[in-house]
Structure formats: C-alpha cells, structure tokens
C-alpha cells in the first residue's frame, strides 16, 4: 500500500505561479512513476504529467511549456510547477502513483486532491 499527501494548492490570478507537492509513503517501490491529473467540474479526469524514477516525462498539451514536474526520489516526493495559469486551469489536482512491474499488473494509489482555482 502507498499513500499520497498533496498540498500547494490555492486561489491564484490568471498569469500567476502555484507549486504543488505530493509525499508517497508505505511500500514505496523503487522504480515507479509518479504523476499530476486533475478533474474540473463536469470533466473527466485528466492527465497532466507524469515523471518516472528514472527520469523519463510525458506531459499533457495542456502542460506543456507552462508546467514542469520533477521529483526526488530520496524524499518520494513530486513536485509540479504551475507557470501562467489561466482560468481553465480551475480544477482538483490528483497526484497518482503507480507500480507496474508486469507487463498485465499495474498498481494505481490517488491522493486525496487538492484544489486549484485560478481567478481574478
């Protein structure tokens, strides 16, 4: 079992900067891959990015030049930079671990969310 504590969360302006931070504790398997969804009112779920152990990324188009996710490995933690927000950014911020040593077997632990809400 792995648990996840987001935090960083927050009412920001339009142009403005947020950083979130997710903490993984538990059975923390070395080489994993963790990331950043998030959920708008009304919408699916979402992909944001996400970042493995060893350092490969995959960021969404919506990401993209504006957010930068990194980790530290030594602390199980990721980070997600958010650089000019815009109102569409409005939306629960999900971190997400994942565990898949087998080709069929992936293990999925989500953090409770945190909201972000970018408003004037």
């Known amino acids: 079992q792995v648990q996840l504590v987001e935090s960083g969360g927050g009412l920001v302006q339009p142009g403005g900067s947020l950083r979130l931070s997710c903490v993984a504790s538990?059975?923390?398997?070395?080489?994993?891959?963790m990331g950043w969804y998030r959920q708008a009112p009304g919408k699916e779920r979402e992909l944001v990015a996400t970042?493995?152990?060893?350092?490969?990324?995959n960021y969404a188009d919506v990401a993209k030049g504006r957010f930068t996710i990194s980790r530290d490995n030594a602390k199980n933690t990721v980070y997600l930079q958010m650089n000019s927000l815009k109102p569409e950014d409005t939306a629960v911020y999900f971190c997400n671990y994942r565990y898949s040593p087998l080709r069929d077997y992936s293990y999925d632990s989500w953090g409770q969310g945190t909201q972000v809400t970018v408003s004037s």
């Open positions: 970042l493995t152990s060893v350092g490969t990324t």
């Open positions: 538990g059975s923390v398997a070395r080489f994993n891959t």
